[in-house]
């Protein structure tokens, strides 16, 4: 079955970087669209960043020059280059893949930025 796994999360300060990473199993990646999402306590799911089968890319407003997505189809990986990060940033991200009718999610990795 189809799994999204994210790793790359952690505590970082104000202006710092990290690196997301999303792994996938179960699916014909390189057919599918990929996306990163965010969600802050109290907050709904909101798109941060999407990359689609052919390498387009689009981000949020509030994101656009400070995040960069990426794809790599021979590792079955899409990631998420973080930098500039600022306390509003802080929130748990999940991986989507989707294509035609189907979905899938990640579990989430927690992303906390504060000094």
């Known amino acids: 079955q189809a799994q999204l796994v994210e790793s790359g999360g952690g505590l970082v300060q104000p202006g710092g970087s990290l690196r997301l990473s999303c792994a996938a199993s179960?699916?014909?990646?390189?057919?599918?669209?990929m996306g990163w999402y965010r969600q802050a306590p109290g907050k709904q799911r909101d798109l941060v960043a999407t990359i689609a089968s052919g390498g387009s890319t689009d981000y949020a407003d509030s994101v656009k020059g400070r995040f960069t997505i990426s794809r790599d189809d021979a590792k079955n990986t899409v990631y998420l280059q973080m930098n500039s990060l600022k306390p509003e940033d802080t929130a748990v991200y999940y991986c989507?893949?989707?294509?035609?009718?189907?979905?899938?999610w990640g579990q989430g990795t927690q992303v906390t930025v504060s000094s």
């Open positions: 179960g699916i014909t990646f390189n057919i599918y669209n």
């Open positions: 989507n893949a989707n294509k035609w009718a189907l979905t899938y």
